[in-house]
């Protein structure tokens, strides 16, 4: 498996944390919004997320297929190019409904890595 792997899937664990430090304390999308730090911010350690992931090997992927991968580096792309027109509901959605799922998925993934 890449050397690669690791300092990828470390990046991807940081930025998760970030994102959820970040958005504590919001309650909705409109709040979230309405905080343009935690909004830039969010939105930025998503870009990071989905850059790592498109540096992760296919082996470590097809390892882990209950991991969206593609679904994460497609979303990364919607706001690296829409960035001003970001969609703080979907944003919000992704936050309150998958971030730390993926957190966990990572955590996992980290432990198997480092053996």
């Not at 939105?43 to 990071?48: C, E, G, K």
């Not at 082996?59 to 960035?83: C, G, M, T």
Request: aromatic share 10%; with cysteine; net charge negative.
């Amino acid at each position: 498996m890449s050397e690669k792997n690791l300092p990828n899937i470390l990046a991807i664990q940081d930025s998760c944390n970030k994102i959820i430090d970040f958005t504590t304390g919001i309650h909705n999308a409109e709040e979230f919004y309405q905080d343009q730090k935690a909004f830039d911010a969010v939105l930025m350690n998503f870009i990071v997320i989905g850059e790592s992931v498109s540096k992760l090997s296919s082996d470590l992927k097809n390892q882990f297929p209950d991991v969206e991968w593609n679904k994460i580096k497609s979303f990364r792309n919607i706001v690296a190019h829409n960035y001003f027109g970001g969609d703080a509901d979907e944003v919000w959605q992704i936050i309150s409904s998958d971030i730390v799922s993926l957190q966990i998925s990572i955590e996992e993934i980290i432990v198997l890595l480092e053996k």
